[in-house]
């Protein structure tokens, strides 16, 4: 089984600041996906970013990047030139890469309460 | 842009009666999903479904649980005899291919269920 941990429950910035947010993992799987979801105060479930395992190159949108390192088993989160409407829950997620049918569900960490201050 | 629907937004139910939450997922999507939230806890998976079946369940997914596509549009979350740790949101989610291709997974707005 996967566990995905977020030590940080809490983190609070200025705006125009850059946060990085940390996340690491343990998984005996050689091949799978990490993933970034941010759920504002309306709880939906918005898609950040993906990060491919098998791919060395760390993953860009526009203000966000993550930092890979699949030895470490580690996964962060770098928020670039922050804004008020980045204020939310930050939740790091694990899903198993499959070489047939059938799907897995996601193995979500507990999440890192984010704070953009103005 | 296509989203995952999911209705309705809130339910309260008393304890032992039967609810059933619904999704529309985004329509050339494959594989569907259900996960839950419990009030400042993280997001847990449930259940995976693909062709008609489920693919995997989580431990909490027991019998008091079913997913069900009844067209070719919905897909549905029946809890049988809500117990008060029922309570939580509950999300849908779907993508177009299991994870072994390029794989996102698409959330919608969750439905709040609470059991008095």
């Known amino acids: 089984a996967q566990t995905v941990t977020q030590s940080q429950p809490e983190m609070s910035v200025q705006e125009a600041e850059t946060v990085t947010l940390s996340c690491t993992y343990d998984t005996s799987e050689n091949n799978y996906y990490l993933f970034w979801y941010k759920q504002p105060p309306s709880r939906q479930m918005i898609l950040v970013i993906r990060?491919?395992?098998?791919?060395?190159q760390n993953a860009t949108e526009n203000r966000f990047s993550v930092n890979f390192q699949k030895a470490a088993k580690s996964f962060s989160l770098k928020i670039s030139d922050s804004q008020l409407g980045d204020t939310a829950m930050y939740f790091c997620?694990?899903?198993?890469?499959?070489?047939?049918?059938?799907?897995?569900?996601?193995?979500f960490g507990k999440g890192t309460h984010l704070i953009i201050q103005p | 842009e296509p989203e995952v629907t999911q209705t309705p937004s809130h339910q309260v139910t008393q304890m032992g009666q039967e609810v059933i939450l619904r999704c529309v997922p985004i329509s050339n999507h494959l594989y569907f999903y259900w996960y839950r939230q419990i009030l400042g806890q993280k997001v847990e998976f449930l259940v995976s479904?693909?062709?008609?079946?489920?693919?995997?369940k989580s431990e909490i997914f027991d019998d008091q649980f079913s997913v069900e596509r009844p067209d070719g549009s919905n897909f549905t979350l029946k809890i049988r005899s809500t117990k008060l740790e029922d309570s939580a949101m509950y999300f849908c989610?779907?993508?177009?291919?299991?994870?072994?291709?390029?794989?996102?997974?698409?959330f919608g707005p969750g439905t709040r269920l609470l059991v008095l």
């Open positions: 990060q491919e395992a098998y791919k060395q």
């Open positions: 989610a779907s993508s177009t291919s299991g994870g072994w291709g390029v794989e996102t997974q698409y």
């Open positions: 997620a694990f899903m198993k890469r499959r070489s047939g049918g059938g799907a897995d569900g996601l193995t």
């Open positions: 479904f693909y062709n008609n079946e489920i693919s995997e």
